[in-house]
Antibody
């Protein structure tokens, strides 16, 4: 059974930093692109960042470029999101998700974790 | 403002067929397949459609299709457990970003 378990969320002041983790199990972690998606209170889903299987390719939504970094440790089956210079608008539940390369040749979001809440407030 | 446009809400009775739409442009839906996520009571999202293919474990009353720059998710035979928010998603080559629709709330009357 695929499991993605996020941790590391909490309350942080504006301008502060936080590191989120996602522990993966039930699949060969090193073979999949991984991603972070967030959801602000009462709002829809927003893609944040993704990372290739070996960590050599990374992409970010414009609003977090230069402030967030994504990384992974394939030996530990873990995904990370280092967030710095946090703003009020970064307040959200952050979900870790796994991308699947479908037989159609397209990538899709596949399995999702339960999420971890990040609250940026003074 | 989301890159993909979805109805805010759709409702139906048990057993009814409902169709959700997701409208985009040539940079996203017109060029790439669309996935659909279900989110029940703000819990973890769950993927219910890969383009027009069902993920394992998803009932076959769900189906997906696409025509031009609009994708659709149809629930044939609506069930009480289908009450949820549904989001469409795809890649946008102009934005170089994964984009989601604003979500459609499905209510089972």
């Amino acid at each position: 059974e695929v499991q993605l378990v996020e941790s590391g969320g909490g309350l942080v002041q504006p301008g502060g930093s936080l590191r989120l983790s996602c522990a993966a199990s039930g699949f060969t972690f090193s073979q999949y692109w991984m991603t972070w998606v967030r959801q602000a209170p009462g709002k829809g889903l927003e893609w944040v960042a993704n990372i290739s299987q070996d960590g050599s390719e990374k992409a970010f939504v414009d609003s977090v470029k230069g402030r967030f970094t994504i990384s992974r440790d394939n030996a530990k089956n873990s995904l990370y999101l280092q967030m710095s210079t946090l703003r009020d608008e970064d307040t959200a539940v952050y979900y870790c998700a796994h991308f699947r390369l479908h037989s159609s040749g397209y990538y899709f979001f596949d399995y999702w974790g339960q999420g971890t809440l990040v609250t940026v407030s003074s | 403002q989301s890159a993909l446009t979805q109805e805010a809400s759709v409702s139906g009775t048990v057993g009814q067929k409902v169709t959700l739409s997701c409208s985009g442009n040539s940079n996203n839906i017109g060029s790439y397949a669309v996935g659909w996520q279900q989110q029940i009571s703000h819990g973890a999202p769950k993927t219910v459609m890969f383009g027009n293919s069902l993920p394992s474990g998803i009932p076959d009353r769900f189906s997906g299709s696409k025509s031009g720059t609009t994708a659709s998710l149809t629930i044939s035979g609506l069930q009480p457990e289908d009450e949820a928010d549904y989001y469409c998603s795809t890649w946008d080559s102009r934005l170089s970003a994964w984009v989601f629709g604003g979500g459609t709330k499905v209510t089972v009357l």
